[in-house]
């Protein structure tokens, strides 16, 4: 039986439709926004920001929010109003609760959650909106460190696409009413560790990459009515790595990582352009792009980095078309970041930092590690010649981007965090597990 109770609840007032930006100033528009989980090019780093280098707990804070349940899903800001995610648990116990696979390693919780969307005020901070997506059982459960909200919402500046995965996609207006949502069907995650991959939007299409235990696919819906499009299998296990698109030579790609391949997808037609081997079990961090290069890493078990042309066709593994290899020192779970012709990146789950050329994958320097910071799950940020790596116990340690570690500032907010930040302006947002901060600096 599927635990599976879709109700629509609005909690408090809507307001006007706001930042419903044209298709033809879209892309403008997003460079002074944060749309998705890794901002506005998919990369973490902002073409406009200058938020602060220092703050605390009281220092530089403008506001900070309360949040309920939980969620580790980024943030995302939207013509003044911040968008996120969370899960909340209820005190309803299911009737039948649901059966625990004998490969999960995890427990269902038994009890109701609800799937909820927040709309916030940039300005202040105060709560715009709030949808309960639907109420339900967890069908599997998660990872001590996941959530079951770890999906980042998306925007195309007039729809707003949330992704829970097995619990559905939904899409509203932007003053917060449902206008589709689809069902498709509950993932099987290895050992139970539970979802995170976000949706993707591109134009009239939505991405939706479902790696899980049972078939695979990627599917590509409408992003007006829900409506399926193209769906394609994979051969792939669990991977949470979310899909990052690109124009390129007069198509656009969808590239995909993943343990067995990372691939890329026409997105008009679903037909594979390119793939290649070599990446570790798990993989997570999302692919990121420079110039016409895009770089796919994993690092669980071993280490990969692979530097990889637009250009390819078909099957590339142990090829020379992949341009480099880089074979140590990769990250787990955090994504890495490129800021101008540098990639930096964190080793496994660690505080230990390397920074590669991107043309050669030459290090300049490599392995050093970030002061007072611990496990980082959260990936990097870039903005203003600046590089921020928040670990899980609400450190941020700031570096100048250059050819040596030179760290800018330590910042604590003593309070556990995995979401990644996000930059709008003079602005940084920082998700803990229990506040949404708001830093900006005090004569701002």
């Not at 299911?94 to 799937?115: I, S």
């Not at 999906?151 to 729809?159: H, L, V």
């Amino acid at each position: 039986m599927r635990w599976f109770v879709k109700v629509v609840i609005l909690l408090s007032g809507i307001g006007p439709l706001i930042g419903a930006a044209q298709a033809d100033d879209f892309r403008s528009s997003r460079e002074k926004n944060w749309h998705h989980w890794r901002g506005p090019n998919a990369n973490g780093v902002s073409t406009s920001g200058v938020p602060p280098v220092h703050w605390d707990q009281t220092t530089n804070v403008k506001w900070k929010a309360k949040l309920q349940g939980e969620g580790s899903a980024t943030p995302i800001i939207w013509a003044g109003r911040v968008f996120l995610a969370s899960a909340i648990p209820t005190d309803r116990v299911a009737d039948e609760p649901p059966k625990l696979h004998p490969d999960a390693k995890t427990k269902p919780p038994g009890t109701y959650f609800q799937y909820t969307v927040l709309c916030l005020d940039l300005v202040t901070g105060k709560e715009v909106w709030r949808q309960v997506a639907c109420e339900a059982v967890p069908h599997e459960g998660r990872h001590s460190t996941n959530t079951f909200a770890s999906a980042s919402p998306t925007t195309d500046g007039e729809r707003l696409y949330v992704s829970f995965g097995s619990r559905g996609i939904y899409c509203y207006d932007l003053g917060g009413q449902l206008i589709w949502s689809r069902d498709l069907g509950d993932m099987r995650t290895r050992y139970g560790w539970g979802e995170a991959t976000s949706p993707v939007i591109h134009g009239a299409s939505l991405v939706i990459n479902w790696d899980h235990e049972d078939q695979s696919f990627i599917e590509i819906l409408d992003a007006t009515t829900g409506k399926t499009k193209w769906k394609a299998d994979r051969d792939e296990p669990t991977s949470w790595a979310t899909p990052l698109i690109v124009e390129h030579a007069g198509r656009t790609q969808v590239i995909t990582n993943g343990t067995n391949r990372a691939r890329s997808y026409d997105l008009a037609t679903g037909k594979v352009i390119w793939q290649c081997g070599g990446q570790s079990v798990n993989a997570i961090p999302s692919p990121i792009l420079a110039g016409e290069t895009v770089f796919c890493m994993s690092g669980y078990r071993s280490s990969a980095a692979l530097a990889i042309p637009l250009t390819a066709m078909g099957d590339i593994t142990d090829t020379d078309n992949v341009l480099w290899h880089h074979r140590s020192g990769t990250p787990y779970v955090p994504s890495p970041i490129i800021y101008e012709n540098h990639i930096y990146f964190t080793r496994t789950n660690t505080s230990v930092l390397s920074c590669l050329d991107i043309g050669t994958g030459t290090p300049i320097f490599a392995q050093q590690r970030l002061p007072e910071m611990k496990n980082v799950y959260a990936s990097p940020v870039a903005t203003a010649g600046r590089i921020y790596f928040t670990d899980r116990e609400g450190t941020t340690v700031v570096i100048r981007h250059g050819r040596e570690l030179e760290v800018l500032a330590i910042n604590k907010l003593a309070e556990p965090m995995d979401a990644s930040p996000a930059i709008v302006g003079n602005q940084l947002f920082l998700r803990t597990s229990r506040h949404l901060y708001c830093i900006e600096n005090a004569a701002d």
